[in-house]
Nanobody, 126 residues
Framework: QVQLVESGGGLVQAGGSLRLSCVASVRAFGSYAMGWFRQAPGLEREFVAT????????YYKDAVAGRFTISRDNTKNTGYLQMNSLKPEDTAVYYC???????????????????WGQGTQVTVSS
């Protein structure tokens, strides 16, 4: 059974930073691609960033490219989303997700993921 636990959310002023963490209780974490998604009130869940199982490839939503950085430490079964220059429109519940995948594959579609965390709230005040 795969379990994901996110942490690091909170309330921050516009222009501030947060780092989200996602700890996975799974064997062979290094065989899973990881994604971060977010859902704002009244809106559908949307893709934010993804990283391949080896960490060699990443891909971002245009609106966060250059501000957010996805990374992972396979020795710690943990993925990260560093969020800088936060804007009020970044306010949402952020979810991490993982899925077994080839070493360099990146998965940007939520439908590709079977395993999800419970989410962590990020609120950016203006």
């Amino acid at each position: 059974q795969v379990q994901l636990v996110e942490s690091g959310g909170g309330l921050v002023q516009a222009g501030g930073s947060l780092r989200l963490s996602c700890v996975a209780s799974v064997r062979a974490f290094g065989s899973y691609a990881m994604g971060w998604f977010r859902q704002a009130p009244g809106l559908e869940r949307e893709f934010v960033a993804t990283i391949s199982a080896t960490g060699s490839n990443t891909y971002y939503k245009d609106a966060v490219a250059g501000r957010f950085t996805i990374s992972r430490d396979n020795t710690k079964n943990t993925g990260y989303l560093q969020m800088n220059s936060l804007k009020p429109e970044d306010t949402a519940v952020y979810y991490c997700a993982v899925e077994p995948a080839p070493p360099n594959a990146i998965l940007a579609a939520s439908a590709r993921y079977d395993y999800w965390g419970q989410g962590t709230q990020v609120t950016v005040s203006s």
